[in-house]
């Protein structure tokens, strides 16, 4: 019966947390935006088509051009929307040799901001015109989420900015600061639990490293470059990732068998040391291999606790575990390649995990701290019948 509870339990959160994403999903499709024309091929320098994300890693900055025709059949200015386009030096875009707009890099060694929505107004005749991008990049360029469209209704244009910017980059900085506080919050209940809860230590671990992967949505233009800056991104969410997982298993049984607990340290010390991996290619591949083994943890961790959890607190991991799939799941999946993802599902998922582990983790300190007072208590009323006591023997020996 608890396992059938517990099923349930899981697979209701994650089928709403599931459904809730494709929801936020569908306030970015494009159908509800009404472009008047969606640009999803763009040809390139070399004769060649993009559609989407160019993945090519090259030693120094170079530029490339992409151009389409449209054709248009009123006199209006048209608003030219680019969603979450990567160009790492920046680029220029030009309608009919006419510079109309231009997202400037000065310091483009150092571009560590998330690529966000731009929109170019322009003033078109009916007729066909050339439009191009002249951009320069390092790492890849490209559409990253959805395809460049063009509207003539300004409203729907920057209202798909505004919803956009919002779920590519205001949720990591709603991330940060909840991740920030409550693991500081735990790593403080660690001590002021005589550090005998080692879970809530590795919570508040986890949650801060985490954060880290939100600095590139939330602080701009750091001073390190951009393979680095990923190298940092991806080995924090990786490690704060399982040592998430590892808290959680850690709060069911207490301690983890020592071969166990040595297997995740060793896993902690070679996405550390990844770092010292020169190619980015290369990098690529040991953290895809990484996120395979951090998956397989959550799937471990997740019948752990479908089969073992019992209490309130316990069953609030649960259901952040069931959060967490979205993350896991569906955030590795589409590291991996296997699906196209519009909108990022671990901010959300993480989010929602960390907020729920934070209520079991209150629920469980509630618990400790009741039961120390009533030991507290305890011990005073014990005290004072041994002093009552105390008291009525000398009595007798001075009536005697």
Known sequence: MRVVK?????????????????????????DRYQPTTVIDKWHATGAKEVSGFVEDYRSDFTKVSLWTTISVDKADVYYLVIPNFVAGGGYRVVVDDNLVGQIEKSKAAYVNSAPVTEIFPMKLIPGTHR??????????????TQPAFITDDSWNAYEYKYVNNFWHQGIFIADGAVMVMVGLLFIMLYFLTGRERKSYLLFGLAFIIVYVTT??????????????????????MVVGATMFLQAMLMFIRGDLKPWFEKLLYVFYGLVVLSFLIPNYAGFQTFIKIMDIFMLLLYFYTSGYYIMLAEGVAERFILGGLAFMGLSYIFGILGALGVIHLILNPVAIGMLLAVVVSAIALLIDFSNVYRKAHEATQEALQSKKRCFVALNRQLWLLIVL
Do not use: C, H, Q, W
């Open 131 to 144: 439009i191009e991008i002249d951009l320069s990049y390092k790492y890849g360029y490209g559409f990253t």
């Open 6 to 30: 517990n099923v349930l339990i899981f697979l209701v959160l994650f089928l709403i947390i599931v459904g809730a994403y494709f929801g936020f999903v569908a306030t970015l499709s494009m």
């Open 215 to 236: 600095l590139r949505e939330s602080v701009f233009y750091l001073p390190i470059d951009y393979f680095t800056m990923k190298k940092i991104r991806d080995v924090a």
